[in-house]
């Protein structure tokens, strides 16, 4: 008979639920955007010049610290981990804030901390990682948007539709001969317009100079790794989408009447947003479990991100899609937010890695076989 003792012999267990200090850091991240990048600013923001906001990024990597999350304190940062990563990206992802986080602060982060040579005096990825940190610099990975944990890097000719190059003080180049910081400056870089005019994405060419940082085994596997903690992460950013999404449809249809009783009373309503508060709450589970398994560097961590983001790149988009249909012809314009959190979880939905591909890593990392081909 198994007495209590048989509860030791079970595999750690995440925690999914958030801490008092991840409380803080929330509530810190959306009273800023609330002052400095409230969704209703969003639709005239883009249409000028002002999608990115240096002094926003400022207040938000230096001023709360969030671009040195995932740095240990010795190289400068906060020496957290990726839950607490994961909380700001779920704030990003509530005000699609156009702030290049998960490029710089997340992918080019953990990159070039898998690209480090050991606590070597004048390494110069530990020096650039220090600068990510402190957010005096914002470094992207030249790979395209598109590229998932899996990807092989082209190492010559022009990248395309590489994320928030347009923004970076430093490039992470991917050559034969190893991974390499490349100044914009000896760069070219040929911006392109995007479905998700949040989210800049250009054409890099830069097949020269700069600074070796990593032989090319070391490279493959940085990025390998810069990808993989990006992918887990997208999945809080879609998930903080899908969250905004439902709520301001849940305050709209309180709010909107017809026939003498707001619309949101109508059963059919009623049932899509049950069935949409119960997707979210099973996208915050497996999102908060990715966090975590990035977080403790578990064996588990690819399962863990594949099935994040098979879960949340659908919800992301079915919630945004809800979204528009039930705010009835306002979401249809283009002065409500609405659009914008479609184009940003369609987008999400190709980035790092598409559904049909995590899925397929998720089936060979259960050792599930593929179909018999026909006779």
């Known amino acids: 008979m198994e007495g209590p003792d048989a509860m030791t012999d079970l595999p750690d267990q995440p925690d999914l639920l958030y801490s008092e200090a991840e409380g803080d850091l929330r509530a810190a991240v959306r009273s800023l955007l609330a002052d400095r990048a409230a969704p209703a600013e969003l639709p005239g923001r883009v249409e000028g010049d002002g999608r990115h906001d240096p002094a926003l990024w400022t207040a938000l990597a230096a001023g709360i610290g969030a671009a040195g999350l995932l740095v240990p304190e010795k190289l400068g940062g906060q020496g957290a981990s990726h839950r607490e990563a994961a909380v700001v990206l779920e704030e990003l992802g509530r005000a699609v804030t156009p702030v290049p986080y998960l490029t710089s602060s997340v992918v080019a982060t953990e990159t070039l901390l898998a690209a480090r040579a050991g606590d070597v005096a004048g390494d110069p990825a530990g020096d650039l990682i220090g600068e990510l940190a402190a957010g005096r610099k914002v470094a992207v990975l030249a790979v395209p948007l598109s590229a998932g944990p899996g990807h092989e890097p082209a190492t010559t000719g022009p990248v395309t539709g590489v994320a928030d190059a347009v923004h970076a003080d430093v490039l992470l180049v991917v050559r034969p001969d190893g991974l390499y910081a490349v100044d914009p400056a000896g760069a070219t870089i040929a911006p392109r317009t995007p479905l998700d005019l949040t989210r800049p994405l250009a054409t890099v060419t830069a097949d020269g100079g700069g600074t070796r940082l990593a032989g090319p085994a070391t490279a493959r596997e940085a990025v390998r790794r810069g990808l993989l903690a990006g992918a887990g ?18 305050r709209h249809t309180r709010e909107r009447h017809q026939f003498n009783r707001p619309v949101g009373s109508f059963q059919a309503l009623k049932h899509r947003m049950a069935q949409l508060w119960l997707e979210v709450v099973n996208a915050r589970a497996v999102a908060r479990n990715a966090a975590a398994a990035l977080a403790s560097g578990s064996p588990e961590a690819p399962l863990a991100v594949a099935v994040a983001q098979v879960y949340c790149s659908r919800v992301a988009v079915h919630a945004a ?51 018999v081909a026909a006779g």
């Open 233 to 250: 992460l997208l999945a809080s950013e879609q998930l903080g989408l899908a969250e905004w999404c439902l709520e301001e449809t849940v």
């Open 321 to 371: 899609e809800e979204c528009v249909q039930l705010h009835g012809g306002i979401g249809m314009t283009w002065e409500h937010p609405s659009h914008l959190y479609l184009k940003r979880a369609k987008a999400d939905q190709i980035a790092l890695g598409s559904a049909g591909s995590h899925k397929d890593d998720l089936a060979r990392l259960v050792d599930l076989p593929g179909p």
